[in-house]
């Protein structure tokens, strides 16, 4: 059977993108993130400005009912970051939300991440050298490398039980398809984004789904994890509707 997929550990990485020849987009889907997001949008800030690198930072409100779009909004003024707010007049989903900032993005690189940074931007350095040869690098959690991953007992193993059902179901070989750290080039994020049909946690798996269909080539590369407190998921709700999805897709 023909591969679709690689695992970034062991593979001899390109030379990292230029800086000056490409444009990055940020996408951070956000809901109620207001307590949380100021030490993204910070860690974010502080990358960019060591880097001198060309990016949009893009903050999908999805339907938020604290002020997450005004804490966005005055610290990336007060630091004169490149950025814009989407807003979602109810709350949609955080596939929906992501799709919609994509699709919105100018950049000839896109990265989506998380609002409250459990894998820093920092991490974007190990995705970067594969990003030549591989129109799509995720991060993972579970691949074999140097990294450090820290989350309750309880969303390892409700994770590692998603991922073995994902994996036997619909992706065998990738060991983490919904940590949400993943690059594209922007050719193949047009390709992919606009077919989704799953709105909320199940979009991660039905878009690597596509890229395979697709013939995409993945690369999956080691990232560090840290669980932030605050989240909205609840393990074992969300493993059941991620399932749900998984089976629906399938």
């Known amino acids: 059977m023909k591969k679709w997929w690689v695992v970034g550990v062991g593979l001899k990485p390109t ?27 910070e860690d974010i800030f502080l990358y ?4 001198k690198q060309d990016y949009e930072l893009i903050v999908v409100d999805d ?3 604290d002020p997450t779009a005004g804490v966005v909004e005055s610290f990336c003024q007060s630091q004169k970051m490149p950025f814009r707010i989407l807003k979602n007049s109810v709350n949609s ?5 992501v799709k919609k900032g994509v699709l919105a993005g100018s950049g000839d690189l896109i990265l989506f991440m998380d609002a409250d940074g459990s894998t820093s931007i920092s991490e974007l350095d190990r995705l970067l050298p594969y990003i030549n040869t591989h129109p799509i690098v995720i991060g993972s959690r579970y691949s074999r490398g140097d990294t450090r991953v820290i989350m309750p007992l309880i969303r390892r193993w409700v994770g590692r039980i998603s991922n073995c059902m994902i994996r036997l179901l619909l992706l065998p070989g990738i060991r983490d398809t919904q940590c949400g750290f993943k690059l594209f080039q922007r ?4 390709s992919l984004f606009p077919q989704l049909t799953i709105d909320r946690w199940g ?33 074992i709700r969300d493993l059941w509707r991620t399932l749900g999805e998984l089976v629906r897709l399938k």
Do not use: Q
């Open 15 to 41: 030379p990292t993108h230029d800086p000056s020849l490409f444009m990055l987009s940020i996408i951070i889907p956000a809901y109620n993130e207001a307590s949380r997001i100021l030490p993204t949008l």
């Open 93 to 97: 989903g955080k596939g929906f939300s």
């Open 203 to 235: 979009f991660d798996f039905e878009l690597l789904y596509l890229a395979r269909e697709k013939g995409f080539s993945i690369c999956e590369v080691p990232v560090d994890w840290i669980y932030k407190t605050g989240g909205k998921i609840r393990p």
């Open 187 to 190: 050719g193949a994020a047009l």
């Open 63 to 65: 339907g938020s009912a």
């Open 48 to 51: 960019f400005k060591e880097k």
